[in-house]
């Protein structure tokens, strides 16, 4: 059983910068595509960014490219997602999901979830 916890989450300031971390059990970050939702309230589940198992390659939305880098420790086991220059619009819930084969932008392809963490970006 594959387990996914998020942490880092806060408020913080327009402009300001977080980490968020997703730690991985039962299997190891190498070997699935890690990814990062959010969610609105009122609003769907977005894509946000997206690391691949094999060769570290990653995709971000255009909503946060230039803002917002994933990255991932094999040797901890986990995915991070540094939040730089973080506005308003960035304020939701944010998610981090694993799939051992998908590694594309549906959420609903995603088969491991994590519980999720909040993130607000005050004006």
């Known amino acids: 059983q594959v387990q996914l916890v998020e942490s880092g989450g806060g408020l913080v300031q327009a402009g300001g910068s977080l980490r968020l971390s997703c730690a991985i059990s039962g299997r190891t970050v190498s070997a699935h595509a890690m990814a990062w939702f959010r969610q609105a309230p009122g609003k769907g589940r977005e894509f946000v960014a997206v690391i691949s198992w094999s060769a570290g390659a990653t995709y971000c939305a255009d909503s946060v490219k230039g803002r917002f880098t994933i990255s991932r420790d094999n040797a901890k086991n986990t995915v991070y997602l540094q939040m730089d220059s973080l506005k308003p619009e960035d304020t939701a819930v944010y998610y981090c999901?694993?799939?051992?084969?998908?590694?594309?932008?549906?959420?609903?392809?995603?088969?491991?979830w994590g519980q999720g963490t909040q993130v607000t970006v005050s004006s």
């Open positions: 999901a694993a799939d051992p084969v998908y590694s594309g932008t549906n959420y609903a392809n995603y088969d491991y």
